[in-house]
């Protein structure tokens, strides 16, 4: 249990879908972001919320649609993904400001077809 | 902007052997350095952290790391591995008094032998 729950684990998606990726938090931290990680690659930032608001966009193309409605939730929306977007996604959590490690979700393993 | 370095993409070892991984990070400021594992088909977990004081940190089943200012270091050991140790490990970094900014290295996949 990490405290930090990512819904669905696996998801099959082809090229028109429209998904979303969950994430919760149950450690009352107030910053949560997502990652891509890919084979043989850094894990990527690609969102940053701080107290709901986006703080951070590192170039993501707009197929990714990130919404944060409150502290403890952060949804990742998926519209005509391409094929290269698959990976797994990770979801983490942090108290911001402070020297805290970041918490991180099981992931969901994202296949576009 | 930081960046972290890891120089070992795949380790193979066999079990009791010593194990070092390397990691060099590239920041002009004041850093935290943390080590991350990932088991396989598991989350990404903490391993151990260095946020100052003395360089050489211990973390959970059995590892260590040693932050040497000087090389921009902190590699990852652990004197004896085992089967249970075979796992992807990432070095990362953010700015001191600040989460947000995590920057993680590539990985090392380590894969011990029984």
């Known amino acids: 249990e990490t405290g930090v729950t990512q819904t669905p684990r696996h998801l099959v998606m082809g090229m028109t879908n429209k998904k979303s990726l969950k994430c919760e938090q149950h450690?009352?931290?107030?910053?949560m972001y997502w990652y891509k990680q890919s084979a043989k690659k850094p894990l990527e930032l690609m969102f940053v919320?701080?107290?709901?608001?986006?703080?951070e966009n590192n170039s993501v193309p707009s197929r990714f649609s990130p919404e944060c409605p409150n502290s403890s939730h952060l949804f990742l929306h998926l519209h005509t993904l391409q094929p290269e977007d698959s990976a797994l996604y990770l979801c983490?959590?942090?108290?911001?400001?402070?020297?805290?490690?970041?918490?991180f979700g099981d992931g969901t393993r994202l296949s576009i077809l | 902007a930081q960046s972290v370095s890891q120089h070992n993409h795949h380790v193979i070892l066999s079990e009791a052997a010593s194990l070092e991984l390397g990691c060099n990070y590239s920041y002009g400021g004041t850093v935290n350095l943390f080590w991350y594992v990932q088991y396989p088909g598991q989350h990404l977990q903490l391993l151990l952290k260095y946020f100052s004081g003395d360089p050489l940190v211990k973390g959970i089943k059995g590892f260590e790391a040693e932050f040497i200012k000087s090389k921009f270091s902190f590699n990852l050991r652990k004197p004896s591995v085992q089967w249970s140790d075979t796992a992807e490990y990432f070095c990362a970094v953010t700015a001191k008094g600040s989460a947000r900014q995590l920057t993680f290295g590539s990985g090392t996949q380590l894969t011990v032998l029984p």
């Open positions: 919320y701080s107290l709901e608001e986006r703080v």
């Open positions: 450690l009352g931290h107030n910053a």
């Open positions: 983490a959590s942090s108290q911001e400001d402070r020297d805290q490690p970041q918490h």
